[in-house]
């Protein structure tokens, strides 16, 4: 069975940095693009970045654009985000994704607070 588990989340302050990882179970995690999705209390979710299958291109959402770094290692079966100068509207629940035969598979989610 598909199962996606995030990692990473925590506190920090404005302008730090933090790496969230996701791990991928039961697929064959080379052969799809991953994503990752973040919501805050009171909004929908949002994309931030996707990253292909070998990971030659990527897409990140513009206010992330310069900040965030996605990546995978296809041969850990994991996928990456590296987070710097962090605002405190990145303040979310980040979420795994992946897409497999048109059905969509989150993670848990892990928790980012930026704040001072």
């Known amino acids: 069975q598909v199962q996606l588990v995030e990692s990473g989340g925590g506190l920090v302050q404005p302008g730090g940095s933090l790496r969230l990882s996701c791990a991928g179970f039961?697929?064959?995690?080379?052969?799809?693009?991953m994503a990752w999705f973040r919501q805050a209390p009171g909004k929908e979710r949002e994309h931030v970045a996707t990253?292909?299958?070998?990971?030659?291109?990527?897409q990140y959402t513009e206010s992330v654009k310069g900040r965030f770094t996605i990546s995978r290692d296809n041969v850990k079966n994991t996928v990456h985000l590296q987070m710097n100068s962090l605002k405190p509207e990145d303040t979310a629940v980040y979420y795994c994704?992946?897409?497999?035969?048109?059905?969509?598979?989150w993670g848990q989610g892990t928790r980012v607070t930026v704040s001072s």
């Open positions: 994704n992946v897409v497999i035969l048109q059905q969509t598979y």
């Open positions: 990253i292909n299958y070998d990971g030659g291109r990527t």
């Open positions: 039961g697929f064959t995690f080379s052969m799809y693009a």
